[in-house]
Nanobody
Framework: QVQLVESGGGLVQAGGSLRLSCAAS????????MGWFRQATGKEREFVAA????????YYADSAKFRFAISRDNTKNTLYLQMNSLKPEDTAVYYC??????????????????????WGQGTQVTVSS
């Protein structure tokens, strides 16, 4: 069973940048679609971005397009989320997630059907105005 541990969160001013990491252990992440989600206080968890098993395809929520970039290093078994031009409304706990079994589907398909079965514990991102 895979374990996911996020890191890289913190406090940043509006307009700043952060890079989140998600280190996986227990199995390889190669071939598994992975994604980032976030949950603000009092709100439902929402999708942010997803990436295909080999890193060749990505999919973003409208709120993340042109500001965030998801990437992965399968040799390091790690997922990343580069966040630029951060806004106060980006404040949330950020979670990484992975499929429980590789489907080789497009990340948009996996995200659309809620196909993530394993989750990390989250890392807090706070953007001050």
């Amino acid at each position: 069973q895979v374990q996911l541990v996020e890191s890289g969160g913190g406090l940043v001013q509006a307009g700043g940048s952060l890079r989140l990491s998600c280190a996986a252990s227990g199995r390889t992440i190669f071939g598994y679609v992975m994604g980032w989600f976030r949950q603000a206080t009092g709100k439902e968890r929402e999708f942010v971005a997803a990436i295909s098993g080999n890193g060749g395809s990505t999919y973003y929520a409208d709120s993340a397009k042109f500001r965030f970039a998801i990437s992965r290093d399968n040799t390091k078994n790690t997922l990343y989320l580069q966040m630029n031009s951060l806004k106060p409304e980006d404040t949330a706990v950020y979670y990484c997630a992975t499929e429980s079994s590789p489907t080789y589907a497009a990340p948009s398909v996996v995200a659309g059907k809620g196909g993530f079965g394993s989750w990390g514990q989250g890392t807090q991102v706070t953007v001050s105005s």
